[in-house]
């Protein structure tokens, strides 16, 4: 037989997950009415298609990120290996 405290957290936590489900579900279709409403579009001009760097600027950029992560945390990655991380 199930107690009297076990019943009441029983209960709130069914009570309480009812009312944060609802809570989502409500936030969630919310969310996408304003998504959906063409009032909340943004113009034209801020969607842009081309992309702001050119190829060779992106790829340029991200060897250079990969180098100064290396660089970075190079050191790290050999200590933990000799660890046997």
């Known amino acids: 037989m199930i107690s009297v405290l076990a019943q009441e957290r029983l209960l709130g936590a069914a009570l309480g997950s009812a009312f944060a489900g609802i809570v989502v579900f409500e936030q ?3 969310i996408y009415r ?15 298609k ?17 180098k100064a992560v290396d660089q970075s945390f190079g050191p ?4 933990l290996s000799s660890r046997g991380w």
């Open 34 to 48: 304003s998504i959906s409403d063409p009032q909340h579009q943004l113009p034209s001009q801020f969607h842009t």
């Open 76 to 79: 790290v990655i050999q200590y």
């Open 28 to 30: 969630r279709k919310s």
């Open 50 to 66: 081309e992309p702001i760097f050119g190829k060779e600027t992106r790829a340029e950029l991200a060897r250079l990120w990969n």
